[in-house]
Nanobody, 119 residues
Framework: QEQRVESGENPAQAGGSLRLSCTAS????IGWFRQAPGSQREGISC????????YYTDSVKGRFTSIRDNGKKTIYLEMNDLRPEDTGTYFC????????????????WGQGTQVTVAS
């Protein structure tokens, strides 16, 4: 799958916005993960298979939105009100799902996109 920064300035300023995209033939259950410097990769958005809704981790809830474009087989991650702690490498992943308070994946990783947010 292919990842891109669709809009917004990167590096971004605190309070700014960015839009990432991930295009894949198997796009339905794409989730988003990020890895901050010196930290483990964490899931921030993925599909809740029970409800059909998108799950967001508390750190991004209300600021990030995952948007699906079926025609383009693309998932977008709309990131608003960016904070310095959002800095990290963002990965999309196919075949991801919510498991309790975390996201898991069993498919393929995107190539990663470095996002930097300055204070």
């Amino acid at each position: 799958q292919e990842q891109r920064v669709e809009s917004g300035e990167n590096p971004a300023q605190a309070g700014g916005s960015l839009r990432l995209s991930c295009t894949a033939s198997d796009y339905y259950a794409i989730g988003w993960f990020r890895q901050a410097p010196g930290s483990q990769r964490e899931g921030i958005s993925c599909l809740d298979l029970t409800s059909g809704y998108t799950y967001y981790t508390d750190s991004v809830k209300g600021r990030f939105t995952s948007i699906r474009d079926n025609g383009k087989k693309t998932i977008y991650l709309e990131m608003n009100d960016l904070r310095p702690e959002d800095t990290g490498t963002y990965f999309c992943a196919t075949d991801s799902w919510r498991a309790g308070d975390e996201c898991r994946m069993s498919g393929d990783w995107g190539q990663g996109t470095q996002v930097t947010v300055a204070s």
